[in-house]
């Protein structure tokens, strides 16, 4: 039956294919052209404005970029150090939120009202408020132990805010998992926690890893925002060289820094999925 | 000791009531089948027996101890009790294996080992050895249903529920999960089977039940169930059965 | 009689004439200056008004309010003729057209900036000086050397950061905050020990924004020595007429009236060494 459909699909291929005159190849090369085609006159008309070399000596300027490098990269050491302390703090309490929403009954009420006005709350204030709000208010308050540090209090606020987004994140991961699943733990036994444990967070955090590296990487750009208190973290630096010289291209080296790291995380995370969909259906004939 | 006693259990859905009061009793080594069109309250009788739902009004007692009673300690009723589904459930991000010992380890608490070689007896026994190690995905209907079945005997239940299991099974694999039950029932496990499959009802069953818009309208021995039943409701059922060539 | 009068007529249109001849402006007869928001004594004063938070630079109150005043007077503008714009930092020098025809607000002139803008020549020979909490570890320190342990701040896009860097040299390296309100509040809430900043700013946040708070030294001025002055459009050719009136100002004596009467007070502190 799979043959039989195939051979039908083949043959429809061979007709259209006729029809227009070409095959698989005319195709793809008529659409490279054309992209090619329309990246160049925007590459030219880009180059030929009249502010062009303004632009290009401003942003784009070599040697300063080669100059301004080094400092840059060693501040975003302090972006790398923030956003990977709060990620570890953020995936667990995020989930811990989530599991919170999801208690059922009346008893448990206060815990889900509590979950669901602290996660309407943190994603509805601006991160940048919270930041303030906290690394200038709270060493302000001058209580004994409380940390003055600026580093620490910009993991706080991250780690506050992005709680919030990401146990959304779960819940949808976790409400995607049928029901079924759970009846089918509960009925071999398993307590409510068991069955959360062992059957339904596994699938639920499976499914929703796109979204967690979605939000992982909006938290690396977050970081940025720490600056605010003072840290010199790399758009911080950034900002100091473009104003010690009037040159925007140390902008640039940030940027470039932020990209580098999302691209290896972004190619990983698509490593991670393929992995584990091989892994389940490895051999099944679709 | 009867394993199982329903008695006058009532269950609503909203304003519609499902069960309006059953009366059963299941002995030990019996093997019961529940027959009846859909909708009848085959599956919400077994759903409230696993305490899956709970019952409105009415008792239920397994092996003498009442588990509708206020303060039941629901998982380990579960534990002795076991139900497979229509839709077989099987764990997609576990091996056969893992889906087998999950529970025996987790919850009865057996180490690794001893776990995993019950599991590996159990599946062997049932012609599913070289699955162990393979995701559900890679399994055939059957062979999912079969796990699923074994996967509920890993804990060692003193009751089986079987809602429908082969239903939503191509008819070439039904015949290999009702070998599994055949096997089950010989070896003496207490069973409570609600099915579609005549058939294999009558060959199997200790006693066949009728269950009709919420009651058990009649009971008996199969062969005096579909061959010469008394209330006209179950000859129009299994008419309707025999002239969709079903049985 | 007619001859005096043409004359008369012709020096009273000659400013007015070499402001639209080779003193071009944005606008024909305005002169847009542009400053920061907010607008901060010594360097403007009085209340806030117009949209200008702290201080009015419209009231020609303040050192920089004063001075851009007194150019625009000589190149021929009255103070109706003078517009304030609001200009961030950060927009002075970006590319493309200027909204203003010069901005005045403490920009100290490099080598690297005049590549991107055009300075006048100097309106404010700057020293940096250091704010301190009294009764702090770092209020005994007398000496340069003697800073280098402490948490030092600056506001972003001061020379100040880059004085701390390569002449203090302290051991941790100094915070840089987005605004002056932000600076302030670190030094209050003690995340920093020190602000490093222009002596007459220096002066204002010991006397109106911090208190208990003093100006523990001035450091020495550098070789060379650092300036302020107005930033203009590269190559613009207004630059040229205000350096002809910063010159006329301080050859009469105006610049150093200005400078007694709203930078007198900045002055007095001890200088580190």
Redesign the interface.
């Known amino acids: 039956m799979a043959s039989e459909g195939g051979r039908r699909t083949d043959l429809e291929v061979a007709r259209r294919s006729r029809i227009l005159g070409g095959g698989d190849a005319r195709t793809v090369g008529i659409s490279v052209a054309s992209t090619v085609l329309v990246f160049a006159l925007l590459a030219f008309a880009i180059t030929h404005a009249p502010?062009w070399h303004?632009?290009r000596?401003?942003?784009f300027d070599w040697g300063q970029f080669k100059a301004s490098f080094p400092e840059i990269a060693r501040a975003f050491l302090l972006n790398v150090k923030i956003f990977s302390i709060s990620e570890a703090f953020i995936l667990v309490f995020a989930l811990v939120i989530a599991v919170l929403r999801s208690l059922p009954g009346p008893v448990f009420f206060p815990l889900r009202a509590l979950a669901i006005a602290y996660a309407d709350f943190f994603r509805g204030v601006p991160t940048i408020l919270v930041i303030a709000i906290l690394g200038?208010g709270a060493?302000?308050l001058?209580l004994k132990h409380i940390p003055?540090s600026?580093t620490f209090w910009g993991i706080v606020a991250l780690v506050l805010i992005y709680t919030a987004y990401v146990s959304e994140v779960y819940r949808a991961g976790i409400e995607s998992v049928h029901p079924?699943?759970e009846?089918?733990?509960?009925?071999?036994?398993?307590?409510r926690g068991?069955a959360l444990r062992?059957?339904v967070l596994?699938?639920a955090v499976?499914r929703v890893i796109p979204p967690l590296l979605n939000d992982f990487i909006g938290l690396q750009k977050d970081t940025a925002l720490v600056?605010?208190?003072?840290?010199?973290e790399a758009f911080?630096q950034s900002?100091?060289d473009?104003?010690?010289?009037?040159?925007?291209t140390p902008y640039l080296c940030a940027a470039v820094l932020f990209v580098a790291i999302t691209i290896p995380l972004a190619r990983f995370t698509d490593v991670l999925i393929l992995r584990d969909r091989r892994?389940?259906?490895?051999?099944?004939v679709l | 000791m009867s394993a199982l006693e329903v008695e006058d259990v009532h269950k609503l859905f909203g304003r519609l009531e499902v069960l309006r009061g059953i009366d059963l009793d299941v002995a030990e080594h019996e093997v019961v089948c529940l027959i009846g069109a859909s909708g009848s309250g085959k599956s919400t009788l077994l759903r409230c027996v696993n305490l899956i739902e709970p019952v409105d009004s009415g008792r239920i007692v397994v092996e003498g101890a009442d588990i509708t009673r206020r303060g039941v300690d629901v998982n380990a009723v579960r534990r002795r009790i076991g139900i497979v589904f229509q839709a077989f459930n099987l764990f997609p991000h576990m091996t056969v294996l893992r889906n087998v010992t999950l529970a025996p380890r987790t919850v009865l608490g057996r180490p690794r080992r001893e776990a995993e070689g019950r599991a590996r007896e159990l599946l062997a026994r049932f012609g599913l050895a070289d699955k162990s190690d393979d995701y559900p995905d890679r399994l055939s209907g059957g062979q999912q249903q079969r796990v699923a079945i074994v996967r509920a005997l890993a804990m060692e239940p003193r009751l089986m529920l079987l809602d429908e299991v082969t239903s939503a099974l191509d008819p070439e694999l039904v015949a290999e999960v009702l070998e599994l039950i055949r096997e089950l029932a010989a070896g003496g496990m207490t069973m409570l089977i609600a099915t579609h499959e005549m058939g294999f009802a009558r060959e199997i069953a200790d006693r066949v039940c009728f269950l009709d818009e919420g009651v058990i309208l009649e009971q008996g021995p199969p062969a005096q169930i579909f061959s010469a039943p008394r209330e006209p409701r179950t000859q129009q059922f299994l008419a309707r059965i025999v002239a969709a060539g079903r049985m | 009689m007619r001859r005096a009068a043409v004359l008369l007529l012709a020096l009273a249109l000659a400013p007015a004439a070499a402001a639209a001849g080779n003193c071009p402006t944005l606008h024909a007869g305005r002169l847009t200056v542009g400053t920061d928001n907010p607008a901060y004594p010594p360097w403007f004063g009085g209340p806030q008004g117009h949209g200008w938070k702290v201080s009015d630079p419209t009231s020609g109150k303040g050192y920089e309010s004063a001075v851009a005043y007194a150019v625009a007077a000589q190149l021929g503008f009255s103070r109706a003729d003078v517009t304030w714009t609001y200009v961030p930092f950060d927009r002075s020098f970006a590319p493309g057209p200027k909204s203003f025809d010069f901005d005045i607000n403490q920009i100290s002139y490099s080598p690297a900036r005049a590549k991107v803008v055009t300075f006048s020549s100097s309106y404010y020979d700057v020293n940096q000086a250091i704010v301190v909490l009294d009764g702090t570890k770092i209020a005994s320190v007398h000496t340069v050397a003697g800073l280098r342990p402490f948490r030092l701040g600056v506001q972003v896009g001061t020379t100040s950061y880059s004085y701390i860097v390569d002449h203090i040299k302290p051991t941790h390296s100094p915070a840089v905050y987005q605004t002056n309100a932000a600076v302030i509040q670190a030094l209050k809430n003690k995340q920093i020990d020190g602000l490093v900043v222009d002596l007459p700013t220096a002066f204002y946040v010991t006397s109106a924004q911090v208190p208990h708070s003093k100006v523990l030294g001035e450091f020495p001025s550098l070789p060379g020595g650092e300036h302020f002055g107005m930033v203009f459009a590269k190559g613009n050719p207004l630059a040229q007429c205000v350096d002809t009136a910063l010159a006329k100002l301080k050859a009469n004596g105006t610049l150093a009236r200005i400078h007694e009467q709203w930078l007198a007070k900045a002055a007095g502190a001890p200088t580190l060494k």
């Open positions: 502010g303004e632009v000596r401003t942003f200038f060493p302000a001058e003055t600026t079924s699943q009846a089918a733990a509960r009925s071999l036994g398993l307590s068991r062992y059957v596994p699938q499976r600056g605010i208190l003072g840290a010199i911080n900002q100091i473009t104003d010690a010289t009037f040159n925007y892994r389940r259906q490895a051999g099944r």
